[in-house]
Structure formats: structure tokens, C-alpha cells
Nanobody
Framework: QVQLVESGGGLVQAGDSLRLSCAAS????????MGWFRQAPEKEREFVAS????????NYGDAVKGRFTISRDNAGSTVWLQMNSLKSDDTAVYYC????WGNGGVTPGDYGYWGQGTQVTVSS
């Protein structure tokens, strides 16, 4: 079955960097647009970034534009989220998601597969 496993979360200070990884299995990874979302306590799940199946284009949420970078390795079935200049507002559970031949949708409903999430906590 399809599995998306996030890793790399943790507790950091404001201004630090963190790199999240999402390892995919059970699917033909190169056919999937991949996305990162996050959800803070008592808030809705928020779009962070997406990358198309070829890696040719990326899309970012306004809150992270210029600070976060999404990338992927189709040979290794992995997608990363490099997070720089972290702020306390970035504190959330971060989820990896996959959308078959997707067009980089920004809503959770656009994605068919989800990981279980990894906690990122930024202290100010």
C-alpha cells in the first residue's frame, strides 16, 4: 500500500533552519505531484508548498515564500522541505501529501495520500 513517512521535525529556535524529508513507497513516485501542508493547534490545515512530478515547477504558500524550498528525488522516491529563517508561527505538524498527476493544488482535498506528520516547534 502507499506509505508516506515524514521525518526531520524537532524543536529549534527562531531563525534556525530545518530540513524535512518524506519517503514514499507503494506508488510510482514520478507520477505524483507532492505537497507539504501544516496544521497548528486549533487551526485548519494550511498549504505550504508543492512540486510537480518532474520537479520542473514549484508553488509556495504566501507565509513561507522566500524562506522554504521544496525539492524531490524521483530515483529515491523522496521529497524534502528546506525551512530557513524559522519563526514561531511556523510551529505546526507538517504533513507530506501525494496527488497523482496533480497540478499543484493548494487545498488538502486535492491530495489522495497523506503521511502521519512530523512536529516542528520553533521557540522564540
Amino acid at each position: 500500500q502507499v506509505q508516506l513517512v515524514e521525518s526531520g521535525g524537532g524543536l529549534v529556535q527562531a531563525g534556525d533552519s530545518l530540513r524535512l524529508s518524506c519517503a514514499a513507497s507503494g506508488l510510482t513516485f514520478s507520477r505524483y505531484t507532492m505537497g507539504w501542508f501544516r496544521q497548528a493547534p486549533e487551526k485548519e490545515r494550511e498549504f505550504v508548498a508543492s512540486i510537480d512530478w518532474s520537479g520542473a515547477w514549484t508553488n509556495y504558500g504566501d507565509a513561507v515564500k522566500g524562506r522554504f524550498t521544496i525539492s524531490r528525488d524521483n530515483a529515491g522516491s523522496t521529497v524534502w522541505l528546506q525551512m530557513n529563517s524559522l519563526k514561531s508561527d511556523d510551529t505546526a505538524v507538517y504533513y507530506c501529501a501525494a496527488d497523482l498527476w496533480g497540478n499543484g493544488g493548494v487545498t488538502p482535498g486535492d491530495y489522495g495520500y497523506w503521511g502521519q506528520g512530523t512536529q516542528v516547534t520553533v521557540s522564540s
